[in-house]
Every structure is written in C-alpha cells, then in structure tokens.
C-alpha cells in the first residue's frame, strides 16, 4: 500500500504504508486513511512529528546483518514530510492523506 501526502502549499509526498502510519502515529494521529489536518493543527502536527524523530536520533540503529539493502532511519524517511508540513504551516495550509 502507498500513502500520499497532498497540501496546496508544497507537492506530493508518497510513502510506503508503513512507513506512512508510523510517521501519523508519531505525528498523535490515528492510523486511519484516508485522513486530513486541519490547517489550525499542523503546526502540533509537525511538533510532535520532529520531536519524535530527535527522540530516535539518540538511539542506534540496528543494522540486520542478514540484509543486502542498507538500513534508512526514520529521520531520513521523515525529512519530507517535515518539509511538506513545514510548508503547510507557513501558508496555513490543511494536509490530507489517502
């Protein structure tokens, strides 16, 4: 499953499901899509999103030994989306999910 980010003040972002649903855990949403947030909650939306993130910064990653593909951590998966969210904040923009 694919998830998709829209807001008019910044392009799309498109994650993998999981990914998407962690990212709207982390932001205190529930894990239901489609979705949407208000223009007057992205700022709290984005607080809690980068604070969670800074949060995992101080933890090391584990790296699957087992693996071929290199591990991404969550703050690299989540950069655009702060960004989409960041834009979204300055132009008082609504975001919706599907």
Not at 33 to 49: K, Y
Request: net charge neutral.
């Amino acid at each position: 499953m694919l998830v998709t980010f829209t807001t008019k003040a910044y392009a799309d972002i498109t994650m993998f499901g999981d990914v998407a649903l962690t990212m709207l855990r982390k932001m205190g949403h529930s894990a239901t899509i489609p979705g949407a947030i208000l223009a007057a909650d992205v700022p709290v939306a984005l607080s809690r999103l980068t604070a969670a993130i800074d949060a995992e910064k101080s933890s090391p990653l584990l790296a699957d030994k087992n693996a071929d593909e290199p591990v991404v951590s969550m703050a690299h998966r989540a950069l655009p989306l702060i960004n989409l969210l960041t834009a979204a904040a300055k132009a008082e923009s609504s975001v919706m999910w599907k």
